[in-house]
């Protein structure tokens, strides 16, 4: 395990921003998270995953921690359900996968979404209807004052609309080494109702999908939609999908009859923010090395050496077109530093 100073986080953050660490360290065991955390305790420290949900906008003048636990197991059965545990530091994809493989059902709909295992339940991160709170069984976390291992049940995450505990009233307190989930073995639910899903699997000429099927689906609209990390810097979804009052939303659809919307609840709708910016004008445009995706207009991206300051400055001009436009405040889902 070495410190290293001064170290670029280039290909450490999938926008691709190269913003310097004071200090950087890759952790692969619990042992070593815990040495660290001790010895560097009174210092400043930034946490790292899989450098998918942030947006870089300054150096970091802290000792850098990269999570990079690794490895998975079958906790155990019973009836059409399995328990398995990843740690935190696997390539959420990759678990995604590897789950299928062994034809475990509960996570297919949210196949390549970018980034590693530990850091989906701080967002709860979804996708075409599912959420990590559907399989969520636990994770177990460290807490970076003391060093105690700590287990979050489903109900103590809070979970929400992209949101949990870990971003509100634990935010910045514990490390999540691992998560547990509970998946189907045999008699899966298979979740079809996005529109796209559909089309695509009807494009394959697919009428009963199996979780692959629906893997394969999600995949292909995806990689359709979304640009490649590795390819052009992206942080995947920017922007959060606004839920607004039924009278904003009535108001704003009054002048813009064509607005598509999802009911929440009685009183509240949720609106595409996708469709709010590009309806303001922001798909495909390109501000130096910085813009707005070409397929995807919820997709902020770097073409090269933007800036962290550059794209965020973009992300500003979308929501104040889009507040100005339909009187509708779209926030970041994105984590800005």
């Not at 709909?109 to 709170?133: C, D, F, H, R």
């Not at 697919?206 to 359709?224: F, G, L």
Request: with cysteine; glycine share 8%; net charge negative.
């Amino acid at each position: 395990m070495q410190i290293l100073p001064d170290f670029s986080l280039k290909n450490f953050n999938t926008f691709g921003i190269d913003a310097k660490a004071r200090q950087f360290v890759a952790v692969h065991s619990l042992d070593d998270l815990k040495t660290v955390l001790e010895e560097h305790r009174l210092e400043n420290k930034f946490i790292l995953g899989g450098g998918s949900n942030m947006l870089l906008t300054k150096d970091i003048d802290a000792l850098v921690i990269h999570v990079d636990l690794k490895g998975k197991k079958v906790l155990g059965e019973d009836g059409n359900h399995v328990l398995v545990e990843s740690q935190a530091g696997e390539s959420w994809h990759g678990f995604v996968l590897w789950a299928i493989s062994q034809n475990y059902g509960g996570l297919e709909n949210m196949s390549l979404i970018p980034g590693n295992v530990g850091t989906t339940p701080i967002q709860n991160i979804g996708a075409y209807g599912a959420e990590i709170k559907d399989t969520f069984v636990s994770c177990d976390a460290m807490n970076i004052e003391t060093q105690q291992m700590r287990t979050f049940t489903k109900d103590e995450c809070e979970f929400g609309y992209r949101e949990s505990i870990f971003k509100n009233a634990e935010k910045n307190k514990y490390i999540i080494t691992s998560v547990v989930f509970r998946l189907t073995k045999d008699t899966h639910k298979i979740n079809t109702g996005y529109g796209d899903i559909i089309k695509q699997l009807a494009a394959n000429s697919i009428e009963n999908p199996t979780i692959k099927d629906v893997s394969d689906a999600v995949i292909a609209i995806r990689q359709s939609k979304l640009p490649d990390p590795k390819e052009l810097g992206n942080s995947g979804s920017f922007f959060k999908n606004p839920i607004v009052p039924k009278s904003v939303y009535e108001q704003a659809k009054a002048n813009y009859p064509e607005m598509p919307h999802y009911v929440v609840s009685e009183t509240e709708v949720k609106v595409p923010a996708g469709w709010l910016i590009e309806q303001a004008g922001f798909k495909g445009k390109r501000f130096g090395d910085a813009g707005v995706h070409k397929n995807q207009a919820l997709v902020l991206v770097n073409y090269g050496n933007a800036t962290g300051a550059e794209i965020l400055n973009v992300a500003k001009m979308v929501q104040g077109a889009v507040f100005e436009k339909f009187g509708i405040a779209i926030e970041a889902e994105v984590n800005v530093i």
